[in-house]
């Protein structure tokens, strides 16, 4: 009563709460002054109050006989009211949760609660029924307030299940769209971190291609003076300056470039590019001339590439990674997948990238030198195969997650 009192002062359902609590005193007040009367206690409140308390005399003939009776139904019915509106709220909530659409789940609740007010109706209408045959006299049956009120109560439970249940689904519906935030905000973070990284790489490879383009190599040749055909024999009478620039520098280093070089009889041996130098003296040959430093800056960076792709955190799994390596293998030329054969086997950390992404999967054969192949005796077969690169890359990968 205290708390439907302060709802009313603040304007809260003041209509509702007024009847309600006019239905309550009234009920308690009858009952209060039945009691003042069979206790004894009117004449002692007329000792000190000058007010007359009398019921009439049909009300407390009707609750000296009904009045215990009145009690126990009153109890009854308000709990079994209860009961049975729990039930019935619960029911309410399985079929609102098999709902799919807020216009199926209203419709369906509203269905409910007009099911759960002609049940409470018809639970009222019994109750006066049992009374009345109970009482064994209609006409003296006289306030059923109570039973009233266990209805109306009733009836305000079941408006706040389903105003609990409305809530819950509100919350569900609110709850779901903070995850589809949240996961749209993860998905717009992996792309700004997947977009930060590859502009990192476009960067580094746009800055490869101009370490290719600065390589520049200058050598004389001889013209005929009939055929204008150039020649590399420097005992002619023209001598021409030539000038080769970029990716033309790898091809001609390899199988054009005049080498000398003297053997165990400090005699000088000319070879005509690194090709024939490896022919002659294997691996041991690459580090005999002074050729390979030229390319040194250039490897540096690549494998400075190869080394940012592998050991990103923005990009997981070797599929990812390799689809990045594909693109920088994409831009190496033949001659320069031949050099990258052979400075790969004096500094492992680069080997190690090249046989796991098959970096070198375009190399022909028939460009390497004499003694030098696509075996097992120089790289692993995944330097070469892209499918075993895979295998091997997933057998490490779930031996790592087991």
């Known amino acids: 009563m205290y708390k439907d009192t ?16 006019l239905k309550q005193f009234c009920f308690f007040a009858v009952c209060l002054l039945y009691l003042i009367e069979k206790c004894g206690f009117r004449e002692v409140i007329l000792s000190y109050v000058n007010i007359e308390i009398t019921l009439p005399q049909i009300i407390c003939d009707f609750l000296t006989i009904y009045l215990y009776k009145i009690i126990i139904l009153y109890i009854a019915f308000y709990h079994l009211l209860l009961i049975l509106l729990l039930l019935c709220g619960i029911t309410i909530y399985y079929y609102m949760s098999q709902r799919t659409t807020n216009r199926e789940r209203a419709t369906t609740g509203f269905k409910s609660l007009i099911i759960l007010i002609v049940i409470c109706i018809l639970l009222f209408i019994i109750g006066m029924i049992g009374t009345w045959i109970w009482a064994d006299r209609p006409n003296e049956f006289g306030d059923s307030a109570g039973v009233v009120n266990a209805l109306f109560s009733a009836l305000a439970f079941a408006g706040v299940i389903y105003a609990i249940i409305l809530q819950k689904e509100e919350l569900e519906d609110q709850r779901q769209v903070m995850i589809d935030q949240r996961e ?17 790489l476009f960067q580094m490879l746009n800055l490869q291609q101009e370490l290719i383009g600065a390589l520049k190599h200058q050598y004389a040749t001889v013209v005929t003076p009939n055929t204008n055909v150039v020649t590399p024999n420097i005992n002619e009478e023209r001598h021409v300056d030539r000038v080769i620039t970029g990716r033309e520098v790898f091809q001609y280093m390899y199988i054009k470039k005049k080498i000398c070089l003297q053997d165990n009889q400090h005699d000088t041996i000319t070879y005509k590019g690194m090709k024939a130098v490896l022919a002659k003296y294997g691996q041991t040959g690459y580090n005999m001339s002074d050729i390979p430093p030229i390319f040194d800056h250039y490897f540096r960076h690549l494998y400075r590439i190869l080394k940012y792709i592998d050991g990103s955190q923005d990009v997981t799994g070797w599929e990812a990674k390799y689809g990045y390596i594909c693109i920088v293998r994409g831009q190496l030329s033949r001659y320069e997948l031949v050099w990258l054969y052979f400075n790969s086997l004096f500094y492992p950390k680069i080997k190690r990238l090249v046989e796991k992404y098959a970096l070198l999967k375009n190399l022909r054969n028939d460009y390497l030198a004499e003694g030098f192949d696509l075996g097992p005796e120089w790289y692993q077969e995944s330097a070469f195969n892209s499918d075993k690169a895979r295998e091997i890359a997933l057998q490490q990968e779930n031996s790592v997650d087991n």
Not at 8 to 21: P, S
Not at 184 to 200: A, Y
């Open 184 to 200: 749209e905000m993860e998905q717009q973070n992996s792309t700004m971190i997947r977009q930060r990284f590859e502009m990192t």
């Open 6 to 21: 302060t709802q009313i002062i603040q304007g809260k359902d003041t209509a509702g709460k007024t009847v309600y609590l």
